[in-house]
């Protein structure tokens, strides 16, 4: 393959391409936001829904969290990903932060087991897998419209914000809780002010919908044309191992991400016996630092390149799991345990801050979005989604230290896939 002149792009094709990216991962922001306000209000609105008299809307809610969390992000991810193949980026991403705005729209307003019986969990589980579908598809189309948008040679350092914007999200919905805490009374909150965090999702939700109707199409019509975009065939057939080696290091890297950002709240509280304020506190230090991380991540793979990130990430995550984590299970020290999460944090974020573009380089236009978005969904589902259910299964049989291993395995196995990458980009490497 031989380079082409890199481009000379005006000031205002700069400023339009900048935009975009903001525009779009704006969106991204939004999506996180609603999807996790549900966890961190589920305590205020759950006997609204779930009362223990009624056994229905116990499995309701089981069902509910099982398919939104697990079955509905695969099935997002190739529905996504196909509409961003065959009709655009930007339907796909326009569409999908509109589902979410139903999504929140509907938990807001809805009226609780005591107005309308069982119907109540019912339409909260339908607003759940509205919710599943819209994240599940989210990934994929942005990491494919942020890496073919951002500027040649920068790339990985405006991909990267797809991370930043998805923590940033999480924080969000952490302060807004907090702050809904500090300002109004439990019963309250248990009352009516649950639904405040939906309603400003559903707000925000619109705003990024307006931005996204602005964005420029970055796929070409005769792209869309092809009679093979989005198909699952085509991706299967030339582009297997494209999408094994994205779902490999993928597995890696989300189950990694899941066991240092969600699971290791609870990490803090069971095993190193904090207190649950002190490890929220420690846990949105942490988050805030690897969130302000991602940039400088990014901008260094556009010089070392994406390949030596994911070597970095996998060798380093081999070697310091067992280590952080033996570490951190026997901390008294909240300064201490900040050091240590951020520290494995900074490891993730060689991954994290290039996870959307080192996927986008691997696949062709016609079925980037659809490869992206579906290896990414499967991978996470079953490693990520997994982690802490796993996790805290060898506790409480008392192999918790098992559960380090397996990290660490994983990480051999990104290595190993990572290996495998070509020291050049396949594609994107050459787009303007």
């Avoid at 339409?123 to 073919?148: D, W």
Wanted: net charge positive; with cysteine.
């Amino acid at each position: 393959m031989t380079d082409v002149a890199p481009p000379q792009y005006s000031a205002a094709e700069k400023r339009h391409r900048v935009f975009s990216i903001m525009a779009a991962s704006s969106g991204n922001l939004v999506e996180w936001f609603d999807f996790y306000v549900y966890a961190f209000c589920a305590v205020y609105f759950a006997p609204s829904f779930f009362p223990k008299s009624d056994p229905t809307a116990q499995l309701l809610n089981t069902a509910g969290i099982f398919a939104a969390g697990f079955l509905m992000r695969p099935i997002g991810g190739w529905l996504f990903g196909r509409i961003a193949d065959r009709s655009g980026r930007k339907n796909s991403m326009v569409i999908s932060v509109g589902l979410m705005c139903v999504g929140s729209l509907m938990i807001a307003s809805l009226p609780t087991y005591a107005s309308i019986g069982a119907w109540a969990p019912a339409l909260l589980l339908l607003a759940r897998l509205l919710q599943g579908l819209s994240v599940g598809g989210e990934y994929g189309t942005t990491a494919t419209y942020m890496s073919e948008v951002a500027l040649h040679g920068q790339r990985g350092f405006f991909s990267s914000f797809q991370y930043v914007t998805l923590i940033g999200g999480q924080l969000l919905a952490v302060l807004l809780v907090v702050l809904l805490q500090q300002t109004m009374s439990d019963a309250d909150l248990r009352s009516w002010g649950w639904r405040i965090p939906f309603v400003v999702g559903a707000v925000t939700a619109v705003v990024a919908l307006l931005l996204r109707r602005t964005l420029q199409e970055t796929s070409t019509a005769e792209t869309r044309a092809n009679k093979d975009a989005g198909s699952l065939s085509n991706l299967f057939r030339n582009h297997k191992a494209a999408f094994f080696t994205v779902l490999g290091y993928t597995a890696g890297g989300s189950l990694i991400f899941y066991t240092f950002t969600t699971y290791m709240q609870k990490y803090l509280v069971n095993t190193a016996g904090m207190s649950i304020k002190t490890a929220s506190n420690v846990m949105t230090g942490c988050l805030f630092v690897y969130m302000c991380m991602q940039p400088a991540f990014g901008a260094l793979s556009d010089r070392i390149g994406r390949r030596s990130n994911m070597l970095l990430f996998g060798v380093l995550g081999t070697l310091a799991t067992v280590p952080i984590l033996t570490a951190l299970a026997s901390v008294s020290s909240p300064l201490a345990a900040f050091g240590l999460i951020t520290l494995a944090l900074a490891i993730v974020s060689f991954y994290t801050s290039i996870s959307g573009i080192v996927k986008a380089e691997m696949f062709p236009a016609e079925v980037r979005a659809l490869g992206v978005g579906l290896a990414y969904a499967v991978a996470n589902a079953i490693f990520g989604g997994s982690a802490e259910y796993v996790a805290l299964a060898l506790k409480s049989i008392g192999h918790e230290t098992v559960f380090y291993w397996y990290v660490t395995a994983m990480m051999v196995v990104a290595f190993l896939v990572a290996w495998r990458l070509p020291k050049q980009a396949k594609y994107l490497h050459n787009d303007h």
